[in-house]
């Protein structure tokens, strides 16, 4: 089957840089997609959300890029704070599947003081 | 999410003994999932439902199985415990009257098979 996968398993920034995290999807069919944060010892938190029908989308710090063309979405972090270290996951959704969700492998980010 | 509840939050027993894990909701969803996650590895769909006693098989439900008797618990066992299914699994919820919403997760239940 298809799957989500990232380019880069692990990521480390400096305190108060942008962060770039990035995620293949291969099922052209997906329409909606999730990143989700996940800490230590805990589940998966939801972060932001787009649908197919937007290529950008901005929340609190964070902004999701989609380009549908090449199937890549990325996660962008502003000004990245030790907080923000954790495992990010793309995951990915196609409208009518029963909302399965298909999720990538994960990039671990660590934010360097 | 604290209103998706996982329990035990952690476990280690024995190969071929059976294990339930439990979850339960408050968010008044009528969905709900459990979930797999092994190390280095994204999450891996087991079983999921979408009502009281309507069950559904996700990517690896072999060896497992699901019962929903209420609308916020999912329990999720393993009927004869084998050593590959340690793993932390999770159990996530959403709400079917909303289009495009994303999963809600508890925090987890770290299993361990000996």
């Known amino acids: 089957g298809e799957s989500v996968g990232l380019h880069l398993p692990t990521l480390s920034v400096q305190e108060g840089d942008n962060s770039i995290i990035n995620c293949a999807y291969s099922?052209?069919?997906?329409?909606?997609f999730i990143w989700y944060k996940q800490e230590s010892g805990k589940g998966p938190q939801f972060i932001i959300d787009?649908?197919?029908?937007?290529d950008k989308r901005q929340g609190q710090r964070v902004t999701v890029l989609l380009n549908k063309t090449v199937k890549h979405l990325s996660l962008q972090i502003a000004a990245t704070q030790p907080g923000d270290s954790a495992v990010y996951f793309c995951?990915?959704?196609?409208?009518?599947?029963?909302?399965?969700?298909?999720f990538g492998s994960g990039t671990q980010l660590t934010v360097l003081p | 999410d604290a209103d998706v509840t996982q329990t035990p939050r952690n476990r280690i027993t024995k190969t071929g003994k059976r294990i339930m894990l439990e979850c339960s909701q408050t968010?008044?969803?009528?969905?709900m999932y459990w979930y797999r996650q092994d190390p280095g590895l994204g999450l891996r769909l087991i079983y999921y439902?979408?009502?009281?006693?309507?069950?559904n098989k996700g990517e690896i439900s072999d060896g497992y199985s699901v019962s929903r008797q209420a609308q916020a618990k999912f329990s999720l066992s393993l009927e004869s415990a084998i050593p590959n299914q340690t793993a932390l699994y999770f159990c996530?919820?959403?709400?079917?009257?909303?289009?495009?919403?994303?999963?809600?997760f508890g925090d987890g239940t770290r299993l361990s098979i000996l």
């Open positions: 439902s979408f009502d009281v006693k309507d069950i």
């Open positions: 968010k008044g969803h009528d969905r």
């Open positions: 996530a919820t959403s709400d079917r009257r909303r289009s495009n919403q994303p999963q809600h």
């Open positions: 787009i649908r197919s029908n937007m």
């Open positions: 995951a990915e959704s196609i409208s009518g599947s029963a909302r399965q969700l298909t």
């Open positions: 099922n052209s069919a997906s329409d909606y």
